[in-house]
């Protein structure tokens, strides 16, 4: 089966600008997370979503970001005026169950974002 | 607040020597640790995890891990090095007055040397 899929892969921006980041969960998967990975460091966590709802936001470094899961499967990550901070690997990850915190975390091959 | 903290950023160890990477965590209450290794421009993968069965715990590729609660630690060990072994390791904490988010530490880079 298909594991977590990312796109695009890599994103060069200017500052400034917008960008759109598209996580594809595991099918089925009820918990979906946001992760940053800035350069030589561990991941750090963005926000969690249970279905579409989403439960806790509280990495968010700012209000320039913003995460949505709609229909419950498919999230997008939104970086508005994007900042040279802001450039970092941003990682997805799906797990099965919510109320499971024993449950394997599946991550994606992450997003690259550049800001220049 | 819970926090992992890997001792020594980068290892280097000879092939078919062993490895030893060290994890401790900051708990107050039990923690559900977790070792995943990340390979150049790939996502993590799982390596092994403890859920409070076993102490010593199992993973993939030969690698295992034991969990200390008198020392607060969880270190990886793998008994002999090999060449694909080469990458980097995270050490990962949560616990179920969490959020449900993973806290990871800043990783250890390992070098296997021919």
């Known amino acids: 089966g298909a594991g977590v899929s990312q796109s695009p892969r890599y994103k060069v921006a200017k500052r400034g600008q917008d960008v759109a980041l598209r996580c594809d969960p595991i099918?089925?998967?009820?918990?979906l997370f946001w992760y940053q990975q800035a350069l030589g460091q561990g991941p750090e966590f963005l926000t969690y979503f249970q279905n579409e709802a989403q439960l806790d936001k509280s990495g968010l470094p700012s209000d320039r970001f913003f995460a949505e899961r709609p229909e419950g499967s498919v999230s997008t990550l939104k970086i508005q005026r994007t900042q040279q901070e802001d450039s970092a690997v941003y990682l997805c990850?799906?797990?099965?169950?919510?109320?499971?915190?024993?449950?394997?975390?599946?991550f994606g091959p992450g997003t690259r974002l550049t800001v220049l | 607040a819970q926090s992992v903290t890997q001792l020594g950023s980068h290892v280097s160890v000879s092939e078919g020597a062993l490895v030893l990477l060290r994890c401790n965590y900051s708990?107050?209450?039990?923690?559900?640790l977790f070792w995943y290794v990340q390979y150049p421009n790939q996502g993590l993968q799982l390596l092994l995890k403890?859920?409070?069965?076993?102490?010593l715990v199992k993973g993939i590729n030969g690698f295992e891990a034991e969990f200390k609660k008198s020392e607060t630690s969880f270190h990886l060990t793998k008994p002999s090095a090999h060449m694909s072994d080469a990458a980097e390791y995270f050490c990962a904490v949560t616990f179920s007055g969490s959020a449900r988010q993973l806290t990871f530490g800043s990783g250890t880079q390992l070098t296997v040397l021919p």
């Open positions: 099918s089925g998967h009820v918990s």
């Open positions: 708990s107050s209450v039990p923690p559900y």
């Open positions: 990850a799906s797990r099965l169950r919510d109320h499971s915190f024993t449950d394997t975390q599946y």
């Open positions: 403890y859920t409070s069965a076993a102490t």
